[in-house]
């Protein structure tokens, strides 16, 4: 069995920022790709931003040069550092890793999403 737990979400203003942290834990061998994604109210959930094993990073249009994804590799960990932060960031963040399991599966497994809200 493996696990997802993000923490980080909060209130912020607009122009402030907030780290998420996402650790994944259990029956693992290895992560391979760990990402997030969002869903605001009323809307699809979409890709934010991931990272391969090797450091390899993507990001959304929408994030890019604001947001910066990380990964500590030892502790299972993935981080999101948002900066200006924006209304339209507003959204549950949900973490998503793709795992090797023990038994030598590929898992693809979702945590339970942190709420962020930009406002004034």
């Known amino acids: 069995q493996v696990q997802v737990v993000e923490s980080g979400g909060g209130l912020v203003q607009p122009g402030g920022s907030l780290r998420l942290s996402c650790a994944a834990s259990?029956?693992?061998?290895?992560?391979?790709?760990m990402g997030w994604y969002r869903q605001a109210p009323g809307k699809e959930r979409e890709w934010v931003a991931d990272?391969?094993?090797?450091?390899?990073?993507n990001y959304a249009d929408s994030v890019k040069g604001r947001f910066t994804i990380s990964r500590d590799n030892d502790k299972s960990t993935t981080y999101l550092q948002m900066n200006s932060l924006e209304p339209e960031d507003t959204a549950v963040y949900y973490c998503?890793?793709?795992?090797?399991?023990?038994?030598?599966?590929?898992?693809?497994?979702w945590g339970q999403g942190t709420l962020v809200n930009v406002s004034s």
């Open positions: 990272i391969t094993s090797g450091g390899g990073t």
């Open positions: 259990g029956s693992i061998i290895s992560i391979n790709v």
């Open positions: 998503n890793v793709r795992v090797v399991s023990l038994s030598y599966n590929i898992l693809e497994v």
